[in-house]
Structure formats: structure tokens, C-alpha cells
């Protein structure tokens, strides 16, 4: 799987936006991008993936440059709880069973 | 709604003790998984199942053991405790296949003493 890089921290204030960036020079042709997040005591939760067009669900938007070398996940408007570790993995679509986690951005909402 | 549900939130065990981790999910789904999260280690994969009966080892399935007897239920096995098995233990669910999205539990922290 390709490797990511991630700020080992960011903060952001209640209400704005929080886009968490993720470098995955390596990524190949068939690797999707996933992004997890982790609150606190709570086991990873799946937020949105992605392989060449930006993507939008109901917690975030993911947008990925044209070349796919990088990622950016944008919580548009960020609250409290939305405190927790975001991990961005990439992986190819039948890579196997297991996710490689990494030690993603932790991101602190503050009031 | 999703669920993943590990039947206890904190064990204390000591030191040679058999530890049995349960773990159920309600979304009938095939796979599920067992991992380890330690700080700086991210998280590690210890086995899978893909279907009743069925494991695999994942990265680290040394002094552990799995049993899947139903579906919906996958239990970790510590077949004798020890101090660097304390860690928290997450269990998850996905799809048949390799490419469905794993939904975690919010895990068990095991102290072993």
C-alpha cells in the first residue's frame, strides 16, 4: 500500500472550516483514498473515500488534485465533538482485509 | 444503524490467565477482524475471518487465537496473559470481499498485571 504523510497536529476554531491535508506521492492508478477518524475511547470511525473525483457525504468532502498525489479532507463546519485523529489511508480496492492506519493528524476544535 | 459491539469496555486480568474478548456485530456481515492499538504503533491486525470457521492470521497472531462459531460473533482468545498483551483490542465488520469499509467497535482495554 502506498504511504501516507500527515501533520502530526492542526487546530481549528468552532464553526469554521478544518481541512486536514495528506500527501500520498505514491499513490497507483487503482489505490483509493479512505479517511477514518478516531474520537477519543472510540474505535476508528469510516468518514469518506475517494480514487480521482472529489467526493461529499454528509460529515465531510474529500478533494483530490488532478495528479492524485495529495488529498484534502474538508469538514465544513467544525464543532467540539468533531475533536478526534483523522487517518488517511490509501489502499488499492482488493488489497487485502486490513486497513494500515498510520499515525494520522490530530485535530483540536477549540471555542 | 451500524453496530459493533465488544462486551466489555475495561479488563483487568492477571498474568497467565486464559482471556476471552467477545465481540458481535448486527449487520451480517462476513468479515470481521480483531486489532491491537498501542500508543505510537498505530494499529496492528491480529486476525480475520471471512466466514463461520474461517481465520486468518493477521500481523501479530502470536499468543492469540479466534474463534468464529457464528456469524455474527468473532471472540480473541488470550491463551495465557501477559504484561505486553495490554493494550486496547478493537474489533470490526465489513462486506464479503476485500474492499468493503470495516466498522470498528469502540474497544476493550485490557491491563494484564
Known amino acids: 500500500d502506498a504511504k501516507t504523510t500527515q501533520p502530526t497536529s492542526m487546530d481549528c476554531a468552532e464553526g469554521r472550516a478544518a481541512n486536514l491535508p495528506c500527501n500520498h506521492s505514491?499513490?497507483?492508478?487503482?489505490?483509493?483514498v479512505y479517511w477514518y477518524r478516531q474520537i477519543h475511547s472510540q474505535g476508528p470511525q469510516y468518514i469518506i473515500h475517494g480514487l480521482k473525483n472529489n467526493e461529499t457525504n454528509e460529515m465531510a468532502s474529500l478533494i483530490i488534485t488532478e495528479d492524485r498525489k495529495s488529498s484534502t479532507l474538508i469538514l465544513p463546519h467544525a464543532t467540539l465533538r468533531d475533536t478526534a485523529v483523522y487517518y488517511c489511508?490509501?489502499?488499492?480496492?482488493?488489497?487485502?482485509?486490513?486497513?494500515?492506519f498510520g499515525k494520522g493528524t490530530s485535530l483540536l476544535v477549540t471555542p | 444503524d451500524v453496530k459493533v459491539t465488544q462486551s466489555s469496555r475495561y479488563l483487568v486480568k492477571r498474568t497467565g490467565e486464559k482471556v476471552f474478548l467477545e465481540c458481535v456485530q448486527d449487520?451480517?456481515?462476513?468479515?470481521m477482524f480483531w486489532y491491537r492499538q498501542d500508543p505510537g504503533l498505530g494499529l496492528r491486525l491480529i486476525y480475520f475471518s471471512y466466514d463461520v470457521k474461517m481465520k486468518e492470521k493477521g500481523d501479530i497472531p502470536e499468543g492469540y487465537s479466534v474463534s468464529r462459531e457464528k456469524k455474527e460473533r468473532f471472540s480473541l482468545i488470550l491463551e495465557s496473559a501477559s504484561t505486553n498483551q495490554t493494550s486496547m483490542y478493537l474489533c470490526a465488520s465489513s462486506l464479503a470481499g476485500t474492499g468493503g469499509n470495516p466498522y470498528f467497535g469502540n474497544g476493550t482495554r485490557l491491563t494484564v498485571t
Open positions: 489511508i490509501v489502499r488499492p480496492p482488493n488489497s487485502g482485509y486490513a486497513l494500515n
Open positions: 505514491t499513490i497507483s492508478g487503482n489505490e483509493y
Open positions: 449487520m451480517d456481515h462476513e468479515n
